[in-house]
């Protein structure tokens, strides 16, 4: 497994997952928790869809696929349904169905078309290079510190929206819902360009879901969340190395059989500690 490391690619691929692993390993937890899973994959594609047109129009790489994923941030943030019976994954999910057609749309006009849509649902790892990493750092690393500092104003939204009290919600609750759905949304637009749509929803579901059907306690949530994120990250990397398997296919498949023995765990540990017992 080391001999990879001394490759400089494995090694910017490696720390770009852990990068992403970690940050959108905890937000997972909130988006979990507020049962809005499909928000990730919504706003992936609609940053998606910025960065199809962008190379569409051979304009505004770098602002375009940002200002559509803070113009979709804005959008989700302020949907709410009143009617008992249409839930916001279903709009949120017809957000993402219809964002994805567009993109396809456009970028089977270009010259390659197939492999854009091959990179945008899984990305091009192994290709990062050391000033897309230093990007990815600092942005992340500031969305994290916001979210150390105000970690108890958006625990609260989120565990009022599990207790089912935000149908009307007041405008400070609005508020810090709209830094939540701002935070995510910048952190998905860049890792998106690095790991593709669907690695990112991995990273933002699994990591969380596991971790939640293993522990109760928030910071014990946080942490297996992380560590989730990282073993994936690792394992999915060794994989295609070893095995000559593309990076992105390879490291979901690792978030596949890391849910699985969270599930294993849910199943049988508690009947073996009262076997034991």
């Given at each position: 497994?080391?001999?990879?490391?001394?490759?400089?690619?494995?090694?910017?691929?490696?720390?770009?997952?852990?990068?992403?692993?970690?940050?959108?390993?905890?937000?997972?937890i909130?988006?979990?928790?507020?049962?809005?899973?499909?928000?990730?994959?919504?706003?992936?594609?609609?940053?998606?869809?910025?960065?199809?047109?962008?190379?569409?129009?051979?304009?505004?790489?770098?602002?375009?696929?940002?200002?559509?994923?803070?113009?979709?941030?804005?959008?989700?943030?302020?949907?709410?349904?009143?009617?008992?019976?249409?839930?916001?994954?279903?709009?949120?999910?017809?957000?993402?169905?219809?964002?994805?057609?567009?993109?396809?749309?456009?970028?089977?006009?270009?010259?390659?078309?197939?492999?854009?849509?091959?990179?945008?649902?899984?990305?091009?790892?192994?290709?990062?290079?050391?000033?897309e990493?230093?990007?990815?750092?600092?942005?992340?690393?500031?969305?994290?510190?916001?979210?150390?500092?105000?970690?108890?104003?958006?625990?609260?939204?989120?565990?009022?929206?599990?207790?089912?009290?935000?149908?009307?919600?007041?405008?400070?609750?609005?508020?810090?819902?709209?830094?939540?759905?701002?935070?995510?949304?910048?952190a998905?637009?860049?890792?998106?360009?690095?790991?593709?749509?669907?690695?990112?929803f991995?990273?933002?579901?699994?990591p969380?879901?596991?971790?939640?059907?293993?522990?109760?306690?928030?910071?014990?949530?946080?942490?297996?969340?992380m560590?989730?994120?990282?073993?994936?990250?690792?394992?999915?990397?060794?994989?295609?190395?070893?095995?000559?398997?593309?990076?992105?296919?390879?490291?979901?498949?690792?978030?596949?059989?890391?849910?699985?023995?969270?599930?294993?765990?849910?199943?049988?540990?508690?009947?073996?500690?009262?076997?034991?017992?």
């Amino acid at each position: 497994m080391f001999e990879m490391f001394g490759l400089s690619f494995i090694v910017n691929a490696l720390i770009a997952c852990l990068i992403m692993g970690f940050l959108l390993g905890y937000f997972g937890i909130h988006v979990v928790g507020r049962g809005i899973v499909f928000v990730d994959l919504a706003l992936g594609q609609i940053s998606s869809l910025g960065v199809a047109l962008a190379e569409f129009l051979h304009y505004g790489d770098d602002w375009l696929p940002i200002i559509f994923t803070l113009l979709g941030a804005v959008l989700l943030s302020f949907i709410h349904t009143r009617d008992p019976r249409i839930k916001l994954e279903a709009i949120i999910g017809i957000i993402y169905v219809a964002a994805s057609a567009v993109t396809v749309l456009i970028i089977s006009k270009s010259a390659h078309g197939d492999a854009d849509i091959q990179e945008v649902l899984f990305g091009a790892l192994l290709t990062v290079s050391t000033a897309e990493l230093v990007k990815l750092g600092v942005v992340f690393g500031v969305l994290a510190l916001l979210h150390v500092l105000f970690r108890n104003q958006v625990y609260r939204i989120t565990e009022r929206m599990q207790a089912g009290e935000m149908a009307k919600p007041e405008w400070k609750d609005q508020t810090w819902n709209f830094f939540f759905y701002l935070s995510i949304g910048l952190a998905i637009v860049f890792a998106v360009r690095i790991g593709g749509v669907l690695p990112v929803f991995a990273y933002l579901v699994v990591p969380a879901v596991s971790a939640l059907m293993v522990s109760r306690r928030r910071w014990m949530i946080i942490l297996v969340a992380m560590f989730n994120a990282g073993v994936a990250s690792l394992a999915g990397l060794w994989f295609s190395y070893t095995f000559d398997f593309p990076a992105g296919p390879a490291i979901v498949a690792m978030f596949g059989i890391i849910f699985l023995g969270a599930v294993m765990y849910r199943l049988f540990w508690p009947k073996m500690v009262k076997s034991v017992r």
